[in-house]
């Protein structure tokens, strides 16, 4: 087992490292691997089920609603050179949805990210050992399933990338300040090893067993004319090397004792016996693959965010108390989607409240709980959000509730849905929680879901939370908003331009109007419009001979 050392376990995560694979369950399937390939698939499943960190957070109450497993795949995309590599997209989910509790970890992560940003140099290194990694990684697994005729050779060629691996961590990462330094120091330890000194000499031995002096005779017309070996020299010094004489002696002692067994055999035990005294490393190196995919994952993010003209940060991490101020905060969701996302800056008097935003239909309400759900996750990751800059208090849960769509299947009425909704919310939901509701009340008439909803804002003050209720209730908040009856509660408004149109940017207050009418106009749904659509039908029966609803 790897002693559980920041020296030794090179642990990007976390910054008191945790032993998050099975290891003796991996260490088989390493060994098989290593004798003859598998089919696939064991890095991702030694990920499966890794360990993380302690998390408050449950994945069921806003990653299906945010969309967390498509963020991650579209958005954490990124190519070294001209390829880009397949991710364990699955690990990298569960690593976004568990934003670890302690805030010790959030700054560990930041630090590195921050050490990338300012240094490419650091990058392109962590860029080529990932590489490296996923090399190892093919061969152990055989991704590319070709029979290896020569299995010595493919051993040969997996060891090669292991040093490979240990001697560029242990000279690119050595000057370091931030976690990446542990690559440096881990790679440094190993190398110090017997096992590490043993694998130096086999590669050296299968490199060169011998150099030959020639000479050749090269005619007029380029071509050779003569060869003569001048000069034939073992390498004697590496301890893997015999002479010719030990050599023969060697087969001949096997050969009286009954062994039949060739040079690739002897290869084969030499090969077992260097890698089983590395096999901890090995080890090592699958969650340290993990960890640097999700790093250059996010700097994949940041840079697709400048392709599209648009800035990421890692913000300032403040108290509960003091006002949120961030600027161009945009939906990633839209940028993967296509579309272009327009940024806006949010502003609220304190984090700890509760923001009613109004406006029309398809002014972004509901985009923006999105954009506010993967930043507060994403910051809680120690990730970039989706901002030029802005400020973030940490949260021990986010709640999101966006509208559903009526199924066949559901066991009650859309009232009956939505009071199963808010029951769902105050089941799960601790003081000082960041809660996301889409519409909430919308399935029930105005006078009923109003007093509903008051019921339900006025029972989030007493948690303290970080909420963002949209609703489409104009008179109801405006009243709210007039009164101020209930304690820490804010209002937000879709931005219109003189045309009446949405600007996809929040101000204070309480919108005015819904746009129904506009939206119905721009639709074809006013009485003028429906009149003519029954004029034409009308016509259209009476030139088939049917005549509905005549006498």
């Known amino acids: ?260 067994f060739g040079q690739s055999e002897v290869m084969a035990r030499l090969l077992d016996a260097v890698f089983a005294g590395l096999d901890d490393v090995v080890l090592a190196l699958i969650p340290l693959l993990a960890d640097v995919e999700l790093y250059l994952g996010a700097l994949g993010f940041r840079d697709r965010a400048a392709e599209a003209g648009l800035a990421v940060c890692l913000p300032e991490l403040v108290g509960p108390e003091q006002p949120r101020v961030i600027a161009g905060l945009f939906n990633p969701l839209l940028l993967v989607s296509g579309f272009a996302p327009i940024p806006c800056d949010l502003v609220t008097d304190a984090f700890a409240n509760t923001v009613l935003v109004t406006g029309p239909n398809s002014g972004g309400k509901t985009r923006l709980l999105q954009a506010v759900g993967l930043t507060q996750l994403l910051a809680q990751s120690g990730l970039f959000i989706p901002a030029r800059a802005g400020s973030i208090a940490l949260v021990p849960a986010l709640v999101v509730s966006l509208i559903e769509e009526s199924k066949v299947d559901q066991p009650e009425g859309r009232l009956g849905m939505e009071l199963l909704r808010i029951r769902s919310l105050f089941e799960r939901l601790p003081p000082g929680a960041m809660v996301l509701l889409d519409e909430l009340c919308s399935g029930t008439n105005p006078s009923e879901g109003e007093e509903i909803f008051e019921l339900v804002v006025t029972m989030l003050s007493r948690l303290w939370p970080q909420a963002f209720i949209t609703t489409h209730f104009l008179t109801f908040a405006a009243r709210l908003e007039r009164e101020r009856k209930i304690p820490r509660l804010g209002f937000l408004q879709v931005e219109l331009d003189a045309n009446r149109r949405p600007t996809y940017q929040f101000t204070r207050g309480v919108a005015r109007t819904s746009l129904a009418s506009d939206t119905a106009e721009r639709l074809g749904v006013t009485g003028e419009q429906l009149l003519m659509l029954i004029d034409r039908n009308l016509r259209l029966a009476q030139g088939l001979g049917t005549h509905y609803g005549q006498a």
């Open 1 to 260: 087992m790897l002693a559980a050392t920041p020296t030794f376990f090179p642990d990007l995560l976390h910054p008191v490292p945790l032993p998050r694979i099975d290891m003796e369950r991996t260490r088989l399937a390493v060994h098989l691997a290593f004798a003859g390939g598998t089919s696939g698939g064991l890095f991702s499943e030694a990920m499966a089920d890794s360990g993380l960190a302690a998390s408050s957070w449950q994945p069921s109450a806003f990653a299906d609603d945010l969309f967390v497993r498509r963020f991650v795949a579209e958005c954490f995309k990124f190519k070294i050179g001209r390829h880009e590599p397949a991710l364990m997209t699955q690990h990298l989910v569960r690593v976004l949805s568990h934003p670890p509790a302690d805030p010790a970890i959030v700054h560990y992560r930041r630090d590195i990210l921050s050490e990338l940003v300012e240094q490419p140099a650091l990058r392109g290194r962590l860029e080529e050992l990932y590489r490296l990694l996923c090399r190892l990684r093919a061969l152990l697994e055989n991704t590319a399933a070709v029979r290896t005729w020569d299995a010595n050779r493919r051993q040969l060629d997996l060891l090669g990338v292991l040093k490979e691996i240990l001697d560029q961590m242990s000279a690119g990462f050595a000057g370091a300040r931030s976690g990446l330094r542990r690559l440096s120091e881990f790679a440094a330890r190993v190398q110090q090893g017997e096992p590490y000194h043993s694998l130096v000499d086999l590669l050296s031995y299968d490199a060169e067993l011998a150099s030959v002096t020639v000479r050749l005779g090269i005619g007029a017309d380029g071509r050779v004319r003569g060869f003569q070996v001048v000069q034939v020299r073992e390498n004697s010094s590496n301890p893997f090397a015999n002479s010719p004489v030990r050599r023969w002696l060697a087969k001949l002692e096997m050969f009286v004792r009954g062994f039949r």
